[in-house]
């Protein structure tokens, strides 16, 4: 079973609006939470990273948060251009010796006019 | 600039051929990795090294080979016992912390 679920697994949105993605996770221990942004065709760049102290940290118009506690995070993206549509990947990192990833399957997002 | 190479961009196999992706970095990272990305799936560990003349397997190691002669240079063999080969590969390499994960652009391998 997948450690990381996200949802939804796509949504279209207009342009402008804002939208929340969600991310569950089971890996533990926990060492650190990630999120990625990845264009069609091309490699995944990292949005945010939050350690098990952090519940929210922004990267412009993306906001992730973070509840440790019941092993949950999201990632607002506020006032969405036609530029945000990608997958948006959430990543786990083990607190082993080497911070194994456990990814996500992504959520597509499509931003239209 | 620093960063992470990939080549080729796109890759077409035979069946029963053997074939070598390239990732090469100039960011000076010790550790790099080999993951597989299949629609609809989280990318899957093939292989990683944490430093040069040593790889571990990952989880879905069967059928590929890897080498580390450079710290710079990973390349990925997938090789004719990888049933599956058809799928979207990417390199990434980090830092000595757990937060410098840097990924390659990818390359499209297609079995045809």
């Known amino acids: 079973k997948n450690q990381v679920e996200q949802s939804p697994q796509s949504l279209i949105i207009l342009e402008g609006k804002n939208c929340t993605l969600q991310?569950?996770?089971?890996?533990?221990?926990?060492?650190?939470l990630r999120w990625y942004k990845q264009d069609t065709g091309r490699g995944p760049v990292s949005l945010t990273i939050m350690t098990f102290s952090e519940n929210t940290k922004s990267n412009g118009r993306y906001t992730a948060t973070l509840d440790a506690d019941t092993k949950q995070s999201s990632l607002h993206i506020t006032a969405s251009q036609l530029s945000d549509s990608a997958s948006y990947i959430c990543v786990v990192s083990e607190a082993d010796s080497w911070g194994k990833l456990q990814f996500g399957a992504g959520t597509q997002v499509v931003v239209t006019p | 600039d620093g960063g992470i190479t990939q080549s080729p961009k796109y890759l077409f196999r035979k069946e029963g051929q053997n074939v070598t992706l390239s990732c090469e970095q100039n960011?000076?990272?010790?550790?790099m990795y080999w993951y597989r990305q299949d629609p609809g799936q989280g990318l899957r560990l093939i292989y990683y090294s944490q430093i040069v003349n040593d790889f571990q397997k990952g989880d879905i190691a069967e059928g590929y080979s890897v080498s580390r002669e450079k710290k710079e240079s990973f390349p990925l063999t997938v090789t004719s016992a990888q049933k599956n080969p058809t799928a979207f590969y990417l390199c990434?390499?980090?830092?000595?912390?757990?937060?410098?994960?840097?990924f390659g652009s990818g390359t499209r391998l297609t079995v045809v």
């Open positions: 991310c569950n996770y089971t890996v533990s221990p926990f060492s650190n």
């Open positions: 960011l000076n990272h010790d550790a």
């Open positions: 990434a390499s980090k830092t000595d912390t757990h937060y410098g994960y840097t």
